[in-house]
């Protein structure tokens, strides 16, 4: 007997089809959840919301792939990691070089880092120069190993390596700094 169809999967059907106002739903379902991941690898609100929107693109024209409603949102997710991927090497001469990090780092406590909110790493994150935060994003937040990050941001195995440990020595310092503002009485 075969299962009804939800609402997600006629959703996409329709929009597969090229129904616009099915197409208007998705993205308007989705886009929080897609800014959220293109936040994590782009320098600011603005190339966030270029690349959810080339995502949508990219995906709407092949909603036919989408084997099941489950996997929907993980295949869209798949999407705006890769449309971020292509959006840092196409610019990457136009962002920011990376800082060199050569002062003394402070440690942070297992207890402190416990004691951080997730806006609070995100934050940090953001502020980190692109290259290490693409690094970091993809290694640590989804999961990617040097190999594959290396072949998709055109950089060795090394450099890869290298900008993550750049990047959480950064972040420790990001943190140390904003303790420190609080403790002043400042956060």
Known sequence: MAQPETHLVKLIKKASWGHRQSQIALYESYYGYCMSV???????????????????????AKLDTVLNAKSFKPWLRRIVVNVSIDYYRKHRAEMHHLDVVEHDV?????????????????????KLPSAYRMVFTLFAIEGYKHEEIGGKLGISVGTSKSNLSKARKKLKKIIADMDDYRAFGNG
Do not use: G, M, Q
């Open 38 to 60: 293109a936040l994590r690898f782009s320098d600011n609100r603005e190339n966030a919301k270029e690349i959810v929107h080339d995502a949508f693109l990219k995906a709407f």
């Open 106 to 126: 402070a440690e942070i406590s297992e207890d402190a880092l416990s004691k951080l909110s997730v806006e609070t790493i995100y934050y940090a994150i953001a």
